[in-house]
């Protein structure tokens, strides 16, 4: 198969984003989605685990080259973003074109069989101009979801039509599926049974639990292990600050030294870089408010009233936290913590509740 040039009509977001912060801030879950899966042995590992059996066995995966150019439309790429790959297709001379379309947006879209559908007739219409005389390329179409809730709408284009136009246009009616990743149902051990690289497996846990603070504090000391091998590796530090830079980003009022306290004596290079970025970032936070001015205009109730549903916010974040963690809660401890108006106070029991041995402990030290 003849290698397909970038299109010039239809640009999408960058395909070689790096670990900046500028980039990450503007669209983190785009940010870390290519960043991580853009390299081929990243993208393999997680293919050959959405696609059919049938499907992953014919690709000889070794082969897998990325391919230039995005095919979603530039107004939704707020919610979405996308990889093309090529591959070699096992006994035969044959390249396979592999489309995988990272769904980050909060609902599920029933619509995206169709839209699937015109991301496959962009990428086989670049193809045709490029390549006149050649057959088209088999496209297999994925998804990777980071849908809260968990992935609902129709995998198959067909099921977009009444069963009583299927019936009558089944001699002329399109169809195919789209294999879905529903990063919802994966649970720590599902991410780990995988055979990906640590940075891809981290990647997906974080995908999973970034927007949800008190499941990303629940599990992260049993990820505290994957998160140094990746310190320690070659490059790590890199792929370390990515990982830090998009937590801090996505996980909303979530602070990375909250992140670093729970990991302490855990994961000794993680706690130096995370301290090292949330400096970074704070001052960089620091110097936008400063130039904006964001301060000047709040009233003193208003930032009272911000004070206090955000300290409710952390305490719930502690219960949820204890409750996941399955230790139980007697009415005294929970009604300490929903009393509690020090969000400070609050953040120290939050990162306690995520390795205190039983719910008391939280208010120790």
Known sequence: ???????????????????????????????????????????????????????????????????????????????????????????????????????HQSTNDPMMALRMLSYMVRIWTRYAKQNSNSPLPLVIPALLAQVQGGWSAPSR????????????????????????????????????????????????WLMRDVRDRAALFAHLVDWADALERIARSPGGDDVLALLLRYIAVASGDLQLSEFRDILKGRAPAVENLAMTIAELLEAKVLAQGIAQGEAKGRAEGRAEG?????????????????AARKLHVNDDVRRRIEDCTNAETLDHWLVRAATAASADDIFGG
């Open 1 to 103: 198969m003849a290698q397909m040039e970038a299109p010039e009509a239809e640009p999408g977001p960058d395909a070689t984003l790096g670990p900046s912060v500028t980039k990450t801030t503007k669209a983190p879950h785009d940010a870390i989605f290519k960043s991580v899966f853009q390299e081929p042995k990243h993208a393999a590992a997680e293919l050959r685990h959405i696609l059919p059996g049938e499907l992953a066995s014919a690709i000889q995966w070794s082969s897998l080259k990325l391919e230039p150019g995005s095919f979603v439309d530039p107004k939704l790429a707020d919610q979405h973003s996308d990889l093309l790959f090529s591959a070699d297709a096992l006994g035969s001379r044959e390249r396979v074109l592999v489309y995988l379309l990272f769904e």
């Open 157 to 204: 284009f067909s099921e977009l039509f009444a069963t009583e136009a299927r019936q009558l246009g089944r001699a002329v009616l399109p169809d195919f599926t789209f294999a879905v990743d529903d990063l919802h149902l994966a649970t720590d051990e599902d991410l780990r049974q995988r055979a990906l690289p640590d940075p891809a497996t981290v990647t997906l």
């Open 306 to 322: 911000i004070e206090e549903g955000r300290a409710k916010g952390i305490a719930n974040s502690i219960l949820m936290v204890l």
